[in-house]
């Protein structure tokens, strides 16, 4: 979900592909949680699922990270916050939530994160927002009680929204975070950089936490099954790290240097129905159609409480704040 900044002349050529690379990066994004979720179902814990995608990308962006080496030196609490929160933090809490509840759920309470932040610009640091913004939250809010029926008694596992909204306030934090470590007029750092750094950063996090040595390594051996087919464990693996991880940064960061921030935040929030469709094809997991109008309303309100503008003569607030930061913000670090 990211807030992304861009050139305010765009050609049409520069659209076009930018486009395409926003599309290519919502898919790798969307199929993160259907390829990860028969994993954790053949016998994986999600820790160790969330582990081996970090740590594979981290090794193959392992170039970049020495590339841009002088990163640590100049943005240490910026690559801190984004290997913490929205590298470890984000999948392990989005994951462990994919063991308990279907994948497009977890994506949808997941995008409460814009409205939360706008919770914490009024509330914590009482700045004021716009009316738009404070219309997003409301019907992310609204949106978010269709998905989880709350009609009928909270019909999904408590522990794993809990565990999905964990992930929302992951990215909380590392937008709060990228907000108070931005400074006007600092060389904004590449966003590859950045995210090399992030990987290997909750790559380490992650092998204290995770402990992969205790992992049940002949799972990887065999296959986990697709909604009943059975695939090889170690092609879904392939993909949540080479597709899901590396190509679906990479695409994501080139995009957003070609799109306006509108048609950016519209492709984003694709991110979420793509992962539903996935979900429903490869995994049956069906959603009924008040979930499926609530899913909508809580991406409609997310993409408003985003790329919402702050209030005329106010501080700008921290889910519209600039700098390279919001190209990284809390896009595809979940899913």
């Not at 990270?65 to 609490?77: E, I, K, N």
């Not at 009928?152 to 929302?168: M, T």
């Not at 464990?233 to 080479?242: P, R, S, T, Y």
């Not at 991110?271 to 959603?287: F, K, N, R």
Request: net charge positive; with cysteine.
């Amino acid at each position: 979900m990211p807030v992304p900044i861009s050139a305010s002349s765009r050609g049409s050529h520069g659209k076009g592909a930018g486009l395409g690379l926003a599309l290519v990066s919502a898919l790798a994004f969307g199929g993160s949680g259907v390829a990860a979720k028969p994993l954790i179902e053949a016998g994986l814990d999600p820790l160790h699922v969330v582990w081996l995608r970090v740590a594979g990308a981290a090794v193959v962006m392992l170039p970049l990270a020495v590339r841009h080496r002088a990163l640590l030196l100049r943005r240490p609490a910026l690559l801190a916050g984004f290997g913490l929160l929205a590298v470890a933090g984000v999948q392990a809490f989005y994951f462990a939530a994919l063991s308990r509840i279907p994948v497009g759920v977890a994506l949808l309470v997941e995008y409460l994160a814009p409205a939360l932040v706008l919770g914490w610009v009024r509330f914590v640091q009482r700045r004021p927002v716009t009316r738009a913004a404070a219309l997003g939250v409301i019907l992310a809010a609204g949106g978010l009680a269709c998905v989880v029926e709350v009609w009928a008694g909270l019909s999904f596992d408590a522990v794993g929204l809990l565990l999905a909204l964990g992930a929302a306030c992951c990215q909380v934090g590392y937008f709060v975070l990228s907000d108070q470590g931005s400074e006007a007029g600092e060389q904004a750092p590449d966003p590859l950089g950045v995210i090399a750094y992030g990987l290997l950063i909750g790559a380490l996090v992650l092998t204290a936490v995770a402990r992969p040595w205790n992992m049940d390594w002949p799972v990887l051996a065999g296959s986990a099954r697709l909604d009943g087919t059975a695939v090889p464990a170690v092609a879904l693996l392939a993909w949540v790290v080479l597709v899901a991880t590396v190509a679906a940064y990479i695409t994501g960061v080139l995009s957003v240097r070609r799109l306006s921030p509108q048609v950016a935040g519209v492709v984003a929030c694709l991110e979420a129905v793509i992962a539903t469709v996935l979900a429903w094809v490869l995994l049956g997991e069906h959603l009924s159609a008040p979930q499926i109008i609530g899913g909508a309303v809580v991406l409609l309100g997310a993409y408003i409480a985003q790329s919402a503008a702050p209030a005329k003569g106010a501080a700008e607030p921290v889910a519209a704040g600039g700098g390279a930061e919001r190209e990284l913000s809390a896009r595809g670090t979940a899913a």
